[in-house]
């Protein structure tokens, strides 16, 4: 990889560990080989819901875990022997909202589709959906099909 790529050369891959979503960060990774882009993988998080404030520790913990997820994700995506630059990041926060965020100034948003939520037929998934009505770039959705 040439470390000369220019920052603006990049591409956003949402992960959350679903086979959709390994799928599109393989799309991700296979297109930024092609084009000299880095590779941007986002996994977003959430505190479970409870009454007040969970302890600092639960934070720290759960963001822990969230980057070991995304960690084991990429590695089952692409392998020990990456072919483009990788950056993994997991955010606390709506994955639709930080992805569509994260997305200014990159190349591609690429995001998988992963559920079928209350409508067994539908195309795309509310994280798909809003990425593709508000993403500030192009959005590649990579429809599953591993089981």
Do not use: K
């Not at 909202?97 to 559920?115: I, K, N, P, Q």
């Not at 998934?125 to 993403?135: D, I, M």
């Not at 770039?137 to 599953?144: A, F, M, Q």
């Amino acid at each position: 990889m040439d470390s000369d790529v220019p920052a603006s050369r990049r591409i956003v891959v949402g992960v959350d560990g679903s086979p959709s979503s390994r799928q599109a960060l393989r799309w991700a990774v296979g297109h930024a080989r092609l084009t000299g882009a880095a590779v941007d993988a986002v996994l977003c998080w959430a505190l479970p819901t409870m009454y007040g404030r969970a302890p600092a520790s639960v934070d720290r913990e759960l963001g822990h875990a969230a980057e070991q997820v995304l960690a084991r994700a990429v590695s089952a995506a692409v392998g020990d022997g990456r072919p483009a630059e990788i950056r993994e990041t997991a955010v606390l926060g709506n994955a639709a909202e930080v992805l569509v965020e994260r997305a200014h100034g990159a190349d591609l948003l690429v995001v998988g589709c992963r559920g079928h939520g209350g409508f067994t037929g539908a195309l795309l998934g509310s994280v798909g959906q809003h990425c593709v009505q508000h993403a500030p770039c192009p959005v590649v959705v990579i429809r599953g099909t591993e089981g």
